[in-house]
């Protein structure tokens, strides 16, 4: 089955600063990869997703870029903000009928004023 | 508003109690999953059900059992097989398989 990594577990940053989080899969049947942000006490909300068939995409200060060749892929967020703090996870699937995601571990992402 | 709601939003058993944990839906989506959460473990798929009356086992089933009586209502039945039940439980739907999904807030149970 499809297993995913994620790094780093603990990230912290700086208001303003940019933030990084790598994910790799395992799968190359894989074509779907979700990112969902987790506030404490809550469930996890989609942020932004990319489909094996573009390499990149943005929303406002978050964006994902996908390498299929290397099988990973990252989220990036500009210009952090304090809001901007909590856990966060990737994700894989075959993006049709009967597959099921595959989550990372999770970051949880610190940003300091 | 369309969501997805689980109750209780914290629970306590005493150990050799089976306890049902509450999924609802109004977003009239056709699958619903449920994960388990621990520290440091991410997410773990313990069942899913694409269509009523039909639901599959995911990577961590054991100890747990599901029904699918309405498109509406999941609940997760944590049984006393399980032997680590204390945890942070979250329920999903999704359009469709392979389709984004939605997350309810998790129901927190604790067996002691």
């Known amino acids: 089955g499809e297993n995913v990594e994620q790094h780093p577990s603990t990230l912290s940053v700086q208001e303003g600063d940019s933030a990084v989080i790598k994910c790799t899969y395992s799968d190359s049947a894989s074509n779907y990869f979700p990112w969902y942000k987790q506030e404490l006490g809550k469930g996890p909300q989609l942020i932004i997703d990319?489909?094996?068939?573009?390499g990149e995409k943005k929303d406002q200060r978050i964006a994902v870029t996908l390498n299929k060749t290397a099988k990973h892929f990252s989220l990036h967020i500009t210009e952090t903000q304090p809001e901007d703090s909590a856990v966060y996870f990737c994700a894989a699937s075959m993006g049709s009928g009967y597959s099921t995601l595959t989550f990372g571990k999770g970051t949880m992402l610190l940003v300091s004023p | 508003d369309g969501g997805i709601t689980q109750s209780p939003k914290y629970l306590f058993r005493k150990e050799g109690q089976n306890v049902t944990l509450s999924c609802e839906q109004n977003?009239?989506?056709?699958?619903m999953y449920w994960y388990r959460q621990d520290p440091g473990q991410g997410l773990r798929l313990i069942y899913y059900s694409q269509i009523v009356n039909d639901f599959q086992k995911g990577d961590i089933a054991e100890g747990y059992s599901v029904s699918r009586e309405k498109k509406e209502s999941f609940p997760l039945t944590v049984t006393s097989a399980q032997k680590n039940p204390t945890a942070f439980y979250l329920c999903?739907?999704?359009?469709?398989?392979?389709?984004?999904?939605?997350f309810g807030n998790g129901t927190r149970l604790t067996v002691t």
């Open positions: 999903a739907s999704s359009d469709r398989g392979g389709s984004p999904l939605h």
């Open positions: 977003l009239n989506h056709d699958a």
């Open positions: 990319i489909r094996s068939n573009v």
